[in-house]
């Protein structure tokens, strides 16, 4: 009991060094890099768990054996107690035992090996993910399964493209998914998930969740998308199954009420002949429209075909106009040893360089990076300053009603972390930065540091321009260097599923290969943006991504890239 004790407040030692690193970091959700370290953390505390019931196990096991023991001498004792006390040292062991040993008896019971675990958790817990960690793991879930089109049944049961590990979803984790997406009011996905948890309780999945509670979920959130007849569907079944639910009930009366106002209106014929006319009135307003109109697609659902594979707009007769080739730059540095360079998009061009870093570099960019790991940022297009960036989770939540206080909030999502590194920090780094001003012939003095970028759940990042437009006059203002002329991206993992790099204007999609880079310019010889550049990072599905990268600013290219006299030149 003694060394138990001991063991564990050193347990606890060791477990705070290893979470210094962490206490000035949660959102751990948004870099799967720094997750990992969650990892270890639980396993640690699995141990001292472990710990705990060994010794809880270690003095039931000596309580069971006195208690064995008296019960043998109790046995022989009772049946003749007068001759049994007879014996004077029967007569001394019973005062013994009473007077001190049921004390040390009573003491054993009471002592507390709980102190060291407990004190363990209480260190770790400040540690610990918070409310909005669980939160935008879930939300993560849900964009993944919108983006990439996935049903239900297929994350729960972990039938995912590129997994290693295959993991399933109780109906707790569904329930669980959809109350988040019901206290987002995004009731499109609570029907989803407490249907799946619905699913998997009639196949026989053992829960505390019970049907009446999913299916009171299910039928109100099924009303909310506008669907009476299904809301009053559900709502029969939970009566079924709870004749007295109250709020059911009241719901039952309400949709019946519905339905038969809709069957009337239906019925009426001065009604059926006002709808028909407005029909007719909207059919020739937009009559003329169509001949003119040719229809768009939004954005957001090219991004997401693209992220899918769909959509990627390359002819057999572009494509072969894309080589690979030997590249030296005509730099002394690669002249006798070019490197391997090959063409991935034609308008706007984008070429990567392969085996372009090697695992040693990516690996110490990683360790160099990984403490220093943040919320990633961007340019504040009206300010030029640096802000924490932030996302809309999807199309379907961009703005979102609070239940609890009845005001619109923005459905915003951080969905990686990123960390810049110089030059004079490690030598390596330098090295690095030299060799992508070999291989463009571009000033790195003027550039921004080395952006390295990490991931989380789902992590991505939405559409959007890398240079300053002609309506965001103080972009970059506070460098000083101008506008950022071209892009480099190394990636410096492979990704199992999803993280492709898509640009929605031109229908490409680049994808990650670890050890290699990709480059391009944003702006034109004349100075002038190339908006074909607009670029997004698509939702990591399986896998984790790192990638670093480096824009390269304007000023210092004056004699490397001269301008031209045209706009698009």
């Given amino acids: 009991m003694l060394s138990f004790r001991m063991e564990l407040p050193c347990l606890c030692l060791l477990l705070l060094s290893c979470l210094q690193s962490l206490s000035a970091n949660h959102d751990f959700f948004t870099s799967i890099g720094q997750m990992t370290d969650l990892l270890y953390t639980e396993k ?10 060994r010794a809880e196990e270690n003095k039931l096991e000596r309580v069971k054996r006195w208690a064995d023991k008296l019960e043998l001498l109790s046995a022989v004792a009772i049946q003749d107690p007068e001759g049994y006390l007879g014996h004077p040292v029967n007569a001394f062991k019973l005062m013994k035992r009473l007077n001190t040993e049921w004390g040390d008896l009573e003491s054993l019971v009471l002592s507390d090996t709980t102190e060291g675990f407990i004190s363990n958790l209480t260190i770790q817990r400040q540690h610990f993910p918070t409310d909005e960690d669980q939160t935008g793991a879930a939300k993560a879930l849900l964009r993944l399964q919108d983006t990439y089109r996935l049903d239900a049944n297929t994350i729960s049961t972990g ?3 590129g997994v290693k590990h295959k993991s399933l979803m109780t109906v707790e984790d569904c329930y669980e998914l959809g109350k988040i997406a019901y206290s987002d009011v995004d009731y499109y996905h609570t029907e989803l998930w407490m ?10 999945e053992e829960s505390t969740i019970d049907k009446v509670t999913l299916l009171d979920y299910l039928s109100y959130a099924i009303y909310q998308q506008g669907e009476i007849e299904r809301a009053l569907d559900y709502t029969k079944q939970l009566l079924a199954l709870d004749p007295e639910h109250q709020r059911a ?8 009420f519905q339905l038969e106002k809709l069957k009337k209106a239906e019925e009426d014929p001065t009604q059926k ?6 029909r007719q009135t909207t059919e020739k307003k937009e009559k003329p429209k169509k001949k003119f ?9 090219k991004y997401e075909m693209l992220c899918r594979g769909e959509g990627i707009r390359m002819t057999p007769r572009r494509q072969s106009r894309l080589f690979c080739r030997y590249y030296d730059n005509h730099s002394p540095m690669y002249v006798l040893a070019p490197v391997k360079q090959q063409d991935e998009w034609d308008r706007p061009y984008i070429v990567r360089f392969l085996d372009i870093i090697s695992d040693k570099e990516m690996e110490r960019v990683k360790q160099l990076a990984k403490p220093r790991l943040r919320r990633a940022t961007i340019s504040n297009p009206i300010t030029g300053v640096l802000e924490t960036a932030a996302y809309r989770i999807s199309k379907r939540r961009a703005t979102v009603h609070d239940p609890l206080t009845g005001k619109l909030t923005t459905a915003q999502y951080r969905v990686s972390k990123s960390a810049w590194l110089t030059g004079y920090e490690d030598p390596m780094i ?6 992508i001003e070999d291989l463009t012939g571009l000033e790195m003095d003027t550039a921004e540091e080395l952006q390295v970028a990490n991931y989380g759940v789902g992590g991505q990042y939405e559409p959007h321009f890398d240079f300053g437009r002609k309506d965001e006059p103080d972009a ?6 101008g506008n950022r002329i071209a892009t480099w991206l190394f990636y410096m993992s492979d990704v199992a599923a999803g993280g492709a790099t898509v640009f929605p204007d031109v229908g490409a999609a680049v994808y990650p290969q670890k050890g290699t880079a990709v480059f391009w310019y944003n702006l034109f010889p004349s100075g002038e943006g190339d908006y074909s550049t607009r670029h997004a990072a698509c939702p990591v599905l399986v896998g984790n991504k790192w990638v670093s990268n480096k824009w390269i600013h304007e000023r210092g290219q004056e004699w490397r890239r001269p301008c031209a006299l045209n706009e698009t030149e």
């Fill in 476 to 481: 970059f203002k506070e460098l000083g260097t």
């Fill in 195 to 204: 249907a799946q948890a619905l699913k998997q309780l009639d196949q026989g």
């Fill in 249 to 256: 009930n009241g719901n039952l009366k309400y949709f019946e």
């Fill in 44 to 53: 640690d505390l699995v141990t001292s768990l472990k710990d705990y019931i």
């Fill in 159 to 161: 039938d995912l493209p």
């Fill in 430 to 435: 330098d090295t690095i930065n030299q060799r």
């Fill in 293 to 301: 109109l040719t229809p768009q697609v939004p954005e957001r659902k």
């Fill in 273 to 278: 002949e006002k709808e028909r006319g407005k």
